[in-house]
Structure formats: structure tokens, C-alpha cells
């Protein structure tokens, strides 16, 4: 294959921006999909994306196209998420591509997301088309979006291609733009065999399909190929490109091509995202740089309903693992809970889609605990421990000095939210350090702020107090000194471990009540009465007791004298306090999740 006629290129845009239909318009124009298999986000596999509107996992297709100048081309597509827990997603699609189609909202403008994934771009030194998108829309103010996108990202007004990908306006262009603008993959056929794992899928007929693209040299199905970073070598049984929505087998994949590999993997910890793969014969000198890793941002506990479903989550989250690389987890064993998995995520959403594609796709029924970010501690004799779960908290007396993670905070809003969004940033310990107008009526904030602060309701306050229009985006900045405590729940004099947090010492009292308060409303009543606190140490806070259900006891009575009914009453009196002592107080699974909002 002539390698000059190969495109590689990513679609990138903030959330909601029409990524999806762009790339659904593409597909029906190269011919890729016929009219009768015509639906919306056709790059979207799972249920869960559809039903969202959002792109979780970034798809690859190779298409066909024949351009004005009558040369057909080989285009391959990689259609990425956009919201910012799922950069992970973005970063290793573009470390496969030499372009990019940045796609702008004409009704939105720039958002937050779109700031990043072009600097994305940027660093992978890539192509970058600007795309202002949904131009149809009534209202829309095409002047101010262009001088957003020339101001703040440095394109020039005559680069800008204006479509929409609803009405089918403007995909034409795109597609020569690319044909003309990315250059063709660098490389040689001559050199040795490099090629870059960017993403991989479990297959339950082919066992782990890897999707790789070749850099240098030539792969085929005799190949005998090793993974570098593993050290495992393996036999291809099947070769091809993923060609018009399916797999399409091919005799070999040169320098510059994209495809999938299957030799017979089974286990999908073999696997590594952005690991080199060469040839045992003729390897080449040294892996690939790769792409930027991310490190998990936020960790909870993720354990089964049923304790006799362990196995099958096992399973579930190595399957998992494979096609979401950011996802980490090690096993855990809880007092309330049993045995499970402390499991690492980029943020709340992500740890939210993660806990419904397990339920969904391999039929488990889970408890999740309190989210926490991971924290620094450095004891006094000189250890520097990494806490993610309040359990690895050493005692006071030990700690020397706690840190907490920062983060960079980008936000764009309207102008006339700047006060309330600020005044409630600062609440959360923000600290404002730039501000920049982008036009007339939309400015970007930069704040530094702990990330405990804003991974679990920030984005939708921010959301509520800019009726819709505000976006953000954060990058880890690093560690500073906190004041951290250990806030624990006892039910009954008995530390339930699944609501225990680490909190800043400034806030722990408003935690401490709020919690309290809100399971008083969510734990039902029990034959006994349920004593809820909140303490630290052994210093209790909060405290609320959930009343027991009444019995009519005497109701058998009828007449006679009233110690017959004082004995009934003390004996259900003494039944409930032996109860309260060693009855187990059931926890609704919504109790788990309301709590994270407080």
C-alpha cells in the first residue's frame, strides 16, 4: 500500500459539541455504512453511550474515500470522548493519528475541554483543523465563535471550515482539508518491525483483539511477534483492519497502517496500553515513547452485593481493565463488606460509568463506598506513605505531615456568573490565580484548588449557578500541605468502614452533620433503634438515632390486670436492646450514593 495515501486522524471537541453525528455523516459519506443500517452514534457500541448522548470509549474504522483530485485515500477515524474524566481516552487516540479535527459548538463557543484537547493536539505535534460545528441552529452568533477560535487558539480566520453535521453541511470540505492539510504517517517498510498498541477489545470468540498501529517495518500472519515492555512473545492467528463497522481480515499491515492483531490471548493482564510490539527475529533497538500516562485520581471500593459473586467480579474487572486502561484495581477486604477490590478512576463520572458497564454487561449487583483522592503522608521516621483509603491512615501521633493533591482548575463561564462563581469556588478552598476575557461576554478562570473539593458535585454547581453554559477542565498540579482527619460512622457503637472519609480539619464538622442527618433519612427502621454517629477518633460530632418499629404486643390482651401487660412490655423491651446489640442494621445501596453528595 502506497503509505502516501493513508490519513490517520482523531475527532476532538468538548462534550455535547457533535463529535458523533460529525463522524456519523463521514462514515455515510465514504460509504462505509448503507442507508438501511442508518442510526446515531454508529461508533458507539455500548447501550450506556447511546443512552447518555456521550462517547465513552474512543472507536477506530478505516474508510474509503476518493477525493477532487481523483486519488482514493485510506482514512482512518478515531472518534474520542469529550468530557474531561475520559482524557485518558483522547491521549492514546492521538498518539495513533497525525491529525485532528477540533469540532466548536457555534452555539456554545470554546469550552474548557476544547482548550485542552487542542493543547493535547499541540503536544503530539498534530494537524489541527478548526471545525465550527451546528451552524443551522437558530440563534447562533458565527463572528464571535470564529473570533473565540483566532484569539484564544491562534487559527486563522480562512482555516476555519464552517458545517453541520446534522443537516449534512460542510463534511465535504472537511474531508479534502484532511487529504490536503495531514501529512501522510512517517516510516519505512525497510526497518525493523515497530508498532504502537493503542487499544484493546475482549472478544468472547477471539480472546483479546489488539488494535496497533505500525510505525516502522511490516507485519504479517507468520510473523512471530514480542511485546516489549512484557517480554512475551506470541503467534498471529488473525490479521486485519476494522473496516466499514467490522473486522475485515488482511494478509499484512505496513508502516503506517492501522488494523488489529488476534493471537489467541486469554488473559487480558497480558496486555499493556502503549506498550512497542517488534519481531522476535528482527526486533527493533528500542520501544516507542508512547503517550502521556494518567495517574487515577480518585479511589473507592467496589464490592458485590452477593459475597458469593467475587469470582465473577475477578472476572468482570479484568475484562474491564482491557478496554478501559485508566481503570486500576487490587484486591480489598472490608469488615462490613467482605472480600473485593480498591479500584482507582480519572473521576466521579468515570467511576460512575465503570459501576453501571460492570452491573450491566456482566449482570453483578455492587456497593460502592465514599470516594477518596489519594493522599501524602509523611511519618516521623522519615516514610512518605501513599493513603487512598481512610483504613491506611496511620495514628496521629505517627504523622509528621499530611499532603493533599492540587489541581490546576480551568473554567469558562458568562460574564455575569464571574461573582457567584467565584464566591463559591472560594468556599471550596479555591484560590484564584488569572483571569482572561474571551470576547465580550464569556471569561476563562484559573483557580488552584485541593481535587478532594471538586470531584464529586462541583461540575454540576458549576452547571446550576451559569444556568448550563459554564465548563471546566483540571490538570493535577501537585501535592501541599492539609490539615487531614479521619471522620468515621458508627451504627451502633460499631465503625462501619464503607462511609468512613479523610476530610480537611477545617470542614470535617460540616461533613460530620450533613452525613448524619442524611442517613437518618436513608437507613429504614429496624426492629431496634439505630444509632447513627459521626467522630473522629474518639471524639464524636454528630449524632442521630433512626426510631425502631413499633410491635403491638399487648394487642392479644384483652381486659384483665396490667402486669400481665408490664411483663409483655419488658420483655420486648429487653428483646430489642439484645437485638440492638447484635442485630446487623441493613443499609439501602442508594444510602451509599446520596452520601457522596454531601
Known amino acids: 500500500m502506497d503509505k502516501s495515501l493513508i490519513r490517520n486522524f482523531s475527532i476532538i471537541a468538548h462534550i455535547d459539541h457533535g463529535k458523533s453525528t460529525l463522524a456519523d455523516r463521514i462514515l455515510e459519506l465514504t460509504g462505509a455504512v448503507d442507508k438501511k443500517h442508518k442510526r446515531n452514534q454508529l461508533l458507539d457500541d455500548m447501550d450506556l453511550e447511546r443512552e447518555r448522548g456521550i462517547t465513552i470509549k474512543a472507536s477506530m474504522v478505516r474508510l474509503s474515500y476518493r477525493a477532487k483530485d481523483g486519488k482514493d485515500y485510506i482514512l482512518n477515524l478515531i472518534d ?69 477560535i483566532t484569539s484564544v487558539l491562534g487559527f486563522k480566520e480562512e482555516d476555519i471550515i464552517l458545517a453541520s453535521a446534522k443537516e449534512d453541511i460542510g463534511i465535504e470540505d472537511i474531508l479534502e482539508r484532511i487529504v490536503k492539510a495531514v501529512p501522510p504517517p512517517s516510516g519505512e517498510i525497510t526497518h525493523p518491525l515497530k508498532a504502537f498498541v493503542f487499544d ?101 471500593g467496589v464490592y458485590p452485593v452477593n459475597p458469593g459473586d467475587f469470582p465473577k467480579l475477578r472476572d468482570a474487572v479484568d475484562k474491564l481493565k482491557l478496554s478501559d486502561a485508566s481503570f ?76 493533599e493533591p492540587y489541581v490546576s482548575l480551568l ?20 484560590v484564584f490565580k488569572s483571569s482572561e476575557y474571551l470576547g465580550v461576554d464569556r471569561v476563562k478562570l484559573i483557580f488552584d484548588i485541593p481535587l478532594s473539593e471538586i470531584i464529586v458535585d462541583f461540575y454540576d454547581k458549576v452547571k446550576s449557578l451559569t444556568k448550563g453554559y459554564g465548563s471546566m477542565d483540571y490538570e493535577f498540579k501537585g501535592y501541599l500541605p492539609a490539615k487531614l482527619v479521619k471522620l468515621d460512622i458508627l451504627l ?17 464538622m460540616y461533613k460530620a452533620q450533613g452525613l448524619v442527618i442524611r442517613l437518618k433519612e436513608l437507613i429504614p427502621r429496624q426492629l431496634f433503634e439505630v444509632t447513627i454517629q459521626a467522630a473522629v477518633g474518639s471524639q464524636i460530632l454528630a449524632s442521630e438515632k433512626v426510631r425502631s418499629m413499633g410491635k403491638h404486643v399487648t394487642s392479644k390482651c384483652y381486659g384483665g390486670d396490667i402486669t400481665c401487660k408490664r411483663k409483655l412490655w419488658e420483655s420486648q423491651k429487653k428483646g430489642k436492646k439484645r437485638l440492638k446489640q447484635f442485630g446487623k442494621v441493613e443499609i439501602p445501596q442508594e444510602a451509599f450514593l446520596e452520601v457522596l453528595k454531601i
Not at 516502522?216 to 511477534?225: A, V
Not at 458497564?357 to 516521623?380: A, F, M
Open 411 to 430: 473554567m469558562i463561564i458568562p460574564v455575569e456568573n464571574i461573582d457567584p462563581v467565584c464566591e463559591m469556588t472560594k468556599t471550596r478552598r479555591g
Open 328 to 403: 486500576v484495581f487490587e484486591p480489598e477486604n472490608s469488615q462490613s463488606f467482605g472480600s473485593g477490590f480498591r479500584c482507582g478512576f480519572l473521576g466521579l463520572l468515570h467511576m460512575e460509568i465503570v459501576q453501571e458497564r460492570l452491573e450491566r454487561e456482566y449482570d453483578l449487583n455492587l456497593i460502592l463506598t465514599v470516594p477518596n483522592v489519594v493522599y501524602r503522608v509523611r511519618k516521623r521516621d522519615g516514610e512518605i506513605i501513599e493513603v487512598d483509603t481512610p483504613v491506611k491512615l496511620p495514628p496521629v501521633q505517627d504523622i509528621q505531615e499530611a499532603q
Open 492 to 508: 451502633n457503637g460499631v465503625i462501619c468502614d464503607a462511609f468512613s472519609s479523610l476530610i480537611h480539619k477545617d470542614k470535617v
Open 200 to 300: 484493546c477489545r475482549f472478544d468472547i470468540f477471539k480472546g483479546v483483539v489488539v488494535f496497533v498501529r505500525v510505525v516502522d517495518g511490516q507485519i504479517d500472519k507468520h510473523t512471530q511477534i514480542k511485546l516489549m515492555h512484557s517480554g512475551k512473545t506470541y503467534k498471529i492467528e488473525e490479521l486485519g483492519v476494522f473496516k466499514d463497522l467490522q473486522y475485515s481480515k488482511a494478509d499484512s499491515l505496513t508502516c503506517g497502517e492501522v488494523g488489529y492483531l488476534n493471537a489467541n490471548i486469554r488473559d487480558p493482564r497480558e496486555i499493556i496500553i502503549g506498550d512497542t510490539l517488534t519481531d522476535t527475529k528482527n526486533p527493533c533497538k528500542e520501544a516507542l515513547p508512547g503517550y502521556r500516562t494518567l495517574k487515577p485520581l480518585v479511589f473507592c
Open 80 to 148: 474520542t470522548p469529550g468530557h474531561v474524566d475520559f482524557t485518558y481516552e483522547v491521549s492514546k487516540s492521538l498518539a495513533a493519528c497525525e491529525g485532528a479535527v477540533l469540532v466548536v459548538d457555534a452555539g456554545q463557543g470554546i469550552e474548557a475541554q476544547t482548550v485542552a484537547n487542542y493543547y493535547l493536539a499541540h503536544e503530539n505535534k498534530l494537524t489541527i483543523i478548526p471545525v465550527i460545528n451546528k451552524i443551522d441552529l437558530d440563534l447562533v452568533d458565527i463572528p464571535r465563535v470564529k473570533d473565540q
